[in-house]
């Protein structure tokens, strides 16, 4: 068990488009939290586990599965699996809409516009906020057996280039989820963070990550450990995804015209051929060549080899979008390529040869004698570096006490004008927090409301913007037109998230202001969607390590129960059995009780009393691999050899 | 929109109730956040209101701020910290962003001075009602050209010796937007140390001097849009 401090760990989570982690400070290094299964990553795929055959009686509660296993269910029900979620996180129903055709997943029937969409999953709907919110949940989970302790508090890292919409709907699972989101961190900066712990202290570093769905591009003035972001830019749907989904177009089309299936009309052949667009990618990256090899539902196969030369054509228009960006990021920031001092590469795609080669000319690399760092795990970087951020929001630790993040605005804020042009109050590439004034009044004689229309982009039109919300200033003191002066304060936080505040002058009062943000859920909303509400408190905290132990010590005595029908059982001498028997009956007394403590350590010792009898097992299950060798050198042997826990026990978490 | 405030009258400091005036962002007792002090931009910094200033130590300052002010600072700390610490720093921010660029700060300055300067953003009307008399003839023959340049590109030709003629005239305005640049600093000079009476002049001056530059790298954007930078 860890220490705990009073007000608890705040931890780091990256939130991603296929993978999603959750990170923590050891001592000065941050590290990856891994889950039960003992992997880092958690694919960030939700299944809707299956409804149970028969229905109990007096219903069931449908419940949820995350990651790995999820993805396993992918092939056998895909109506009731999602993944690539956060491609959906604060989008309007017209959008998902578009998004929706290169994925299984359909829109709940009656999704309406101006709603936030639900996506209908089996027999229920869920909104992308809530699905977020489970992927959210099982890291929170993870982090909490490994501290043994609650978790409540975490900083959640979002794309660069999120609009408004995109980080309240984040800041919307977090809460969810059961924690306080104390801070969103751009992704690029995280990742600037992790790296910027232990390298040279001065200088500008450009930060390309290229994800699974989104692509951002960072650049960054270091000095003294101020991380100043100098310029982003980027686009949110552009990832390792839209290569996925080329090489399923293709193989799809192939399919239909060699075979006559079109496999569309079946969900979880496509997701089959999706798997192995995926594996072909990955393996290109380092050979030359991959194979299709795939079985079709008629039992005909489908077999390709795709080149590294033919990918690399194939997906030339996919990475020339990240070229745009790029120099946008360096135009704005007022560098040439040769001005930037270290290139980091982030996300799983710049695995990919091409990227790299792409990312070599844009940044002039080769030509100054330079490479790119990927020293860190590129799939882990940013939860490294969302660690950091959280341990610099705790104000807890000496390694991170100088270091500080100046972030930047990704969008211009504006406001609708006369004839639907935009008055951008607030520019692009501001460091945040950043605030604007703006000063309205009426047109009408007697008029109490204003209408104020706030849009995100660098259109000159505001039909061409991102609807960001309306807000309607009311409560104006009925005078002539143009009298009343209304102060509105337009104020972007440290999260990148508008905050409105208004002013009547002449009367001193406080306008009331009614926000409808044009995508997003309302706070009453988000209250109905938080998951487990014992998940919040501490008190429940205890309740499910309680849970947790009883499972744990159910399993143990079910595993002795059937101890006796071994061969491995009359190996033992008397008193091993015994002495068996004994923590058995204890621990049958103890689980009945509140006292998780006490269960655990029955269970322990029950554990403890076993340890022989599982070694006798395994040595029966490995003694024909071992031939030739004595019941005692072999058992000594897997003394040394065997790091698996013993046949019989608890999953055990630091 | 700022204006300078000469706090006589003490305001009580919301920690310790010590009195201190309304300039401070820390309590000069018991170092506590304030809410955002009164004054313009440059009392941010301490700073005299001048248009010469020193790029490097403001960006110091602003750093050394930055570390006591920032909301990562208060992560966990009380709610009304909490808000100061994102109101100062978005002030913070502000007043260095729009010092540290010397047309912003410019700009800040004349405004802070009662100027009426026109927005940035205007349209195609307004620009061509207030060219600068000497280059009327000019702009005409530009927005001429820069008309024909745009049909020509909408029909798919390339028409090489209008092209040639927009370079040239894009290289010309960016000779004329460095002469006002030149100007500008020495009227800033001119302001920082004249007297009130040259002062004002110089204040007449940098108005008309914003003016012809604001219409100036109009012209250079509309010819870069066209000849796509």
Redesign the interface.
């Known amino acids: 068990m860890k220490e705990q401090m009073a007000?608890g760990r705040v931890v780091g989570i990256d939130l991603g488009t296929t993978n999603s982690l959750v990170a923590t400070m050891e001592g000065d290094t941050p590290m990856v939290i891994p889950g039960a299964d003992g992997s880092n990553l958690v694919p960030s795929v939700v299944a809707l586990d299956p409804i149970p055959d028969p229905v109990p009686a007096g219903g069931y509660r449908p419940t949820v599965t995350v990651g790995n296993s999820a993805r396993k269910a992918l092939i056998q029900t895909p109506e009731r699996v999602i993944y690539s979620v956060k491609r959906l996180m604060g989008r309007g129903l017209e959008e998902i809409q578009e998004e929706l055709k290169l994925f299984p997943f359909r829109l709940a029937g009656d999704s309406e516009a101006g709603e936030v969409p639900r996506i209908q999953l089996g027999e229920l709907r869920f909104t992308p906020p809530e699905i977020s919110a489970y992927i959210l949940r099982q890291l929170k989970r993870n982090a909490e057996r490994f501290f043994g302790a609650p978790v409540m508090q975490a900083v959640i890292t979002v794309p660069a280039y999120f609009n408004d919409a995109q980080r309240q709907a984040t800041k919307d699972a977090g809460r969810m989820a059961g924690l306080e989101v104390?801070?969103l961190v751009n992704e690029p900066t995280a990742a600037a963070l992790a790296y910027g712990l232990d390298r040279a202290k001065t200088g500008t570093i450009a930060i390309y990550d290229l994800g699974g769905g989104t692509f951002d591009i960072s650049i960054l003035k270091l000095?003294?450990g101020?991380f100043e972001v100098q310029s982003t830019n980027g686009d949110t749907h552009l990832g390792g995804d839209d290569i996925d989904n080329l090489l399923l177009a293709i193989a799809l089309n192939e399919i239909h015209a060699e075979h006559g299936i079109d496999l569309r009309q079946h969900p979880g052949a496509v997701q089959a051929v999706r798997k192995a667009a995926i594996e072909a990618k990955i393996k290109l990256s380092t050979e030359s060549a991959a194979h299709f090899d795939i079985e079709l539902p008629n039992g005909d196969r489908y077999q390709r080899e795709i080149s590294r030369a033919g990918f690399e054509m194939l997906i030339d228009p996919v990475l020339k979008r990240t070229a745009g960006p790029c120099k946008q990021a360096l135009a704005d920031a007022g560098l040439t390529p040769e001005q930037i001092d270290e290139v980091v590469l982030v996300g799983g795609s710049t695995r990919i040869p091409a990227v790299r080669q792409l990312v070599d000319e844009l940044f002039h690399l080769t030509a100054r004698g330079k490479r790119p760092h990927t020293e860190l795990n590129p799939d882990e970087v940013v939860a490294l570096g969302a660690a950091v951020?959280a341990n610099?929001?705790?104000?807890s630790s000496k390694s991170t006490e100088e270091m500080?993040?100046?972030d930047v605005t990704p969008l211009s804020l504006g406001i609708e004008a006369l004839g639907g042009?935009v008055?951008?109050i607030i520019q692009r590439n501001?460091?945040?927090?950043?605030?604007?004034?703006e000063h309205f009044t009426t047109g009408v004689d007697g008029q109490t409301n204003v209408a104020i229309h706030v849009v995100q982009g660098e259109r000159e039109l505001a039909a061409d913007c991102r609807s960001l919300a309306r807000f309607d200033l009311k409560g104006i003191p009925p005078m002539n037109a143009g009298l009343p002066r209304i102060e509105v304060k337009f104020?972007i936080?440290?999260d990148g998230i508008l905050r409105v505040t208004a002013r009547e002058q002449r009367s001193g009062k406080a306008a009331q202001i009614e926000v409808k943000p044009t995508y997003g859920l309302t706070d009453e909303q988000v209250e109905s969607m938080i998951l487990d509400s014992f998940d919040n408190a501490e008190a429940d905290f205890a309740k499910r390590l309680l849970i947790e132990a009883r499972s744990e010590a159910e399993t143990i005595l079910a595993a002795v129960e059937r101890a006796p029908s071994s061969p491995a059982w009359n190996q033992l001498t008397g008193d091993e059995k015994t002495a068996i028997n004994l923590a058995s009956d204890y621990l049958n007394k103890v689980k009945l009780s509140e006292n998780a403590a006490a269960i655990r350590e029955a269970t322990l010792i029950l554990d403890h009393a076993t340890r022989r009898f599982a070694e006798l097992m395994m040595e029966a299950a490995v003694s024909s691999a071992l031939r030739g060798k004595t019941m005692n050198a072999a058992g000594e042997e897997l003394a040394e050899t065997v790091t698996a826990p013993h046949a019989m026990a608890p999953a055990e978490f630091k | 929109m700022f204006k300078v405030l000469d706090s006589a009258v003490p305001i009580a400091c919301w920690s310790c109730s010590i009195g201190h005036n309304d300039s401070t962002l820390f309590c000069p007792h018991c170092s506590k956040i304030q809410p955002p002090p009164g004054g313009d931009y440059f009392s941010v910094f301490s700073l005299e209101p001048k248009l010469n200033l020193d790029l490097a130590k403001l960006e110091h300052e602003f750093h050394r701020l930055s570390r006591k002010l920032h909301p990562d600072r208060f992560a966990r700390a009380l709610d009304n910290e909490k808000q100061w610490s994102l109101a100062d720093t978005a002030l913070l921010n502000d007043a260095y962003r729009t010092l540290k660029d010397p047309l912003r700060r410019t700009e800040y300055l004349l405004k802070l001075l009662g100027a009426e300067l026109s927005a940035g953003d205007e349209s195609k009307e307004e620009k061509s009602a207030r060219a600068p008399a000497d280059l009327l003839e000019e702009v005409f023959e530009l927005n001429m050209q820069l008309e024909e340049m745009r049909a020509a590109r909408k029909s798919g030709e390339t028409d090489f010796a209008l092209e040639a003629s927009l370079t040239q005239a894009r290289e010309k305005y960016h000779v004329l937007l460095e002469a006002v640049d030149e100007d500008l600093r020495s009227e800033w000079d001119a302001w920082d140390e004249g007297d009130n009476v040259k002062r004002s002049s110089a204040q007449k001056e940098m108005v008309a001097l914003l003016d012809r530059r604001r219409y100036l790298s109009n012209l250079v954007r509309d010819v870069n849009e066209v000849l796509g930078a």
């Open positions: 007000e104390l801070r000095s003294d101020i951020q610099i929001l705790a104000g500080l993040l100046l042009t008055a951008r501001s460091t945040i927090p950043a605030s604007a004034t104020l936080d440290a």
